[in-house]
């Protein structure tokens, strides 16, 4: 069974940056989607960012993009989150996620993704 744990989260000032990794043991990810979710108090968990299988394709949600950049490293059974300049809405735990299939095609809901890491905390000030 495969585990995935994240790190390098922590608290920054807005406009700092934060990278976040997504470490996999037990197991490989390297036929998977990727996906980094975000869930703030209070609110659903939301979709950041997913990377295709091979990493050719990214995906990000509005709110980050131009400033999340997501990658992999299948090799090391790795995937990242750079934040760049981080605002303080960007506060939330943050995780990573694999998709349920294999080989599959990039998918944005919360539902496909059936591995998840523990979360690591973002806090984002003004």
């Known amino acids: 069974q495969v585990q995935l744990v994240e790190s390098g989260g922590g608290s920054e000032q807005a406009g700092g940056s934060l990278r976040l990794s997504c470490a996999a043991s037990?197991?490989?990810?390297?036929?998977?989607?990727m996906g980094w979710f975000r869930q703030a108090p209070g609110k659903e968990r939301e979709f950041v960012a997913a990377i295709s299988w091979s990493g050719g394709s990214t995906y990000y949600a509005d709110s980050v993009k131009g400033r999340f950049t997501i990658s992999r490293d299948n090799a090391k059974n790795t995937v990242y989150l750079q934040m760049n300049s981080l605002k303080p809405e960007d506060t939330a735990v943050y995780y990573c996620?694999?998709?349920?299939?294999?080989?599959?095609?990039?998918?944005?809901?919360?539902?496909?993704?059936?591995?998840w890491g523990q979360g690591t905390q973002v806090t984002v000030s003004s």
């Open positions: 037990g197991g490989t990810v390297s036929m998977y989607v």
């Open positions: 996620a694999r998709d349920r299939a294999p080989w599959a095609a990039v998918r944005f809901s919360r539902f496909d993704y059936d591995t």
